[in-house]
């Protein structure tokens, strides 16, 4: 990731455009190891973190929050469905 673009991302950006990358490669990894009984799984809950954390990075730079704090309760967070969301 030492290439000009990332220069320009923030640290908060940086590190979860590499927890991303390095979800995405273990996950291949593990998922061609034969004698990993568990592959799929693991492949799997390894490619939704990779996702979560460039969707986390996306969101990061376009300077929003990917979580939403609770109106009521501000020690809860919110659950947002996309659908329709303007920002």
């Known amino acids: 990731m030492g290439d000009v673009m990332s220069a320009r ?9 590499e927890k991303a ?3 995405a490669i273990l996950a291949v990894d593990i998922y061609n190891k034969p004698a990993t009984v568990f592959r799929s799984g693991g492949f799997i809950v390894l490619m939704c973190i990779a996702w979560t954390s460039l969707f986390h990075a996306i969101f ?4 929003r929050k990917p979580f939403y704090r609770c109106k009521d309760d ?3 967070y919110e659950i947002i ?4 969301f303007v920002a």
């Open 74 to 76: 501000r020690r809860r």
């Open 60 to 63: 990061f730079k376009k300077g």
């Open 81 to 84: 469905d996309g659908d329709g």
């Open 9 to 17: 991302l923030s640290l908060k950006i940086k590190m979860q455009l």
């Open 21 to 23: 990358r390095e979800s």
